[in-house]
Each structure stands twice: as structure tokens, then as C-alpha cells.
């Protein structure tokens, strides 16, 4: 193996693991620093009655191109998985009222054009607090959702005793963990 052969046979050798470690690098999934959006969900009292779910839509949709672009100068072109790592409810009115007094139950769902809703975190029961955190489901891919130009959210909720003159708000905030392909 001596002589220009050895060399050759060496040269192609290495250049084929130079390509092998190339195509692995690309296929590399990169997590980004968490991202968190929030939805925002306004419900007349009137349209609720005790224990019966309603479903609220959010009065805001989320495009993640900016915070894409300032974790690294991504496109949603690259996001390969994405999914909600924490999510939590948290009431802007009435004021002074617990969660305990007016929810027995939340799920949150996303929403896009062209794609089925997906519940992405619920919760039953509330402290008595104006926040709560809500159990993320788990093994839930949102990366289609991610893709599209915006996002929104539905709030499905159980209310308790709801005041037909009440105006309700609630905040939803989620965390996503978004992956990339690398390069």
C-alpha cells in the first residue's frame, strides 16, 4: 500500500469521512433559547353559564419571524420540531377574584389556517390565586403551527358562576422549545 496507491486509496478515505461528518453536521437539530408568546382572551359574562364550556378565541395571533431571526438568524423554513414546555393562565379581570372562584377547567388549543386546532396544555382545578400554571401535553409536535405566517390560540374553559355583566380577560402564556436543522 505503498506509493501512489496507498496515497489514493488514504486521499479517498478521507474525503469520504470529510462527507460523512459534512451530511451528519447538517442533520444536527439545534434547540433555541425558549420562546414565550402570549394570547390574550376577552368573554362577555353573558355568553357563559355555570359549568358549561365555552370556548373563547384569542383577540391576538403570534408570528415568530423576529424572534426566529434574533435566536440565531433562523426561518421558520428550519424549524424541524417545536413544542410547548410550559404554559400558565393568569387572570387581568375581575380584579381581585381568584382563579378557584371563576374556572373549574382550561385547555388551551392552537389555531392556523389550514390546520386542525391542537390542545397543547389543560388544566382542572385552580388555586386560590390569579395565576396558574397549566400541564403542558407532552410528545405534542407544534412545529406546523410555528411554520405558518401567525398563529392563534382558543381557550376552552369551564366557568363557575359566571356575572352576565362581567367582561372576563385572561392572559395565556406559553413556552416553546423550538429546534432548527443545523448546518
Same mark, same amino acid.
Request: glycine share 6%.
Given at each position: 500500500m505503498h506509493g501512489k496507491g496507498g496515497?489514493?486509496? *488514504?486521499? *479517498?478515505?478521507?474525503?469520504?469521512l470529510v462527507l460523512a461528518g459534512c451530511?451528519?453536521?447538517? &442533520?444536527?437539530? %439545534? $434547540? %433555541?433559547?425558549e420562546i414565550e408568546v402570549s394570547f390574550r382572551f376577552e368573554v362577555n359574562g353573558n355568553a357563559l353559564s355555570? #359549568? @358549561?364550556p365555552y370556548t373563547a $378565541?384569542?383577540?391576538?395571533?403570534?408570528? *415568530?419571524t423576529t424572534a426566529l431571526q434574533q435566536?440565531?438568524?433562523? $426561518?421558520?423554513?428550519?424549524?424541524?420540531?417545536? &413544542?410547548?414546555t410550559a404554559a400558565e393562565i393568569e387572570r387581568v379581570q375581575p380584579a381581585l377574584t381568584d382563579l378557584s372562584e371563576l374556572l373549574s377547567e382550561a385547555r388551551? *388549543?392552537?389555531?392556523?389556517?389550514? %390546520?386542525?386546532?391542537?390542545?397543547?396544555? &389543560?388544566?382542572?382545578?385552580?388555586?386560590?390565586?390569579?395565576?396558574?400554571?397549566?400541564?403542558?401535553?407532552?410528545g405534542t409536535d407544534v412545529a406546523a403551527f410555528v411554520k405558518k405566517p401567525a398563529f392563534g390560540a382558543k381557550l376552552r374553559l369551564v366557568p363557575l358562576q359566571p356575572d352576565d355583566?362581567?367582561?372576563?380577560?385572561?392572559?395565556?402564556?406559553?413556552?416553546l422549545?423550538? @429546534?432548527?436543522? #443545523?448546518?
Open positions: 496515497w489514493l486509496a *488514504l486521499a *479517498l478515505l478521507a474525503f469520504t451530511e451528519a453536521a447538517a &442533520s444536527e437539530r %439545534l $434547540t %433555541l433559547p355555570d #359549568g @358549561q $378565541t384569542a383577540v391576538n395571533t403570534v408570528d *415568530l435566536r440565531g438568524g433562523y $426561518t421558520k423554513n428550519e424549524v424541524v420540531a417545536a &413544542s410547548v388551551v *388549543l392552537l389555531t392556523a389556517s389550514g %390546520l386542525s386546532d391542537l390542545e397543547v396544555a &389543560s388544566r382542572t382545578g385552580f388555586p386560590d390565586d390569579e395565576t396558574a400554571s397549566l400541564a403542558p401535553r407532552s355583566r362581567e367582561t372576563y380577560v385572561y392572559e395565556v402564556r406559553l413556552t422549545r423550538v @429546534q432548527v436543522e #443545523g448546518v
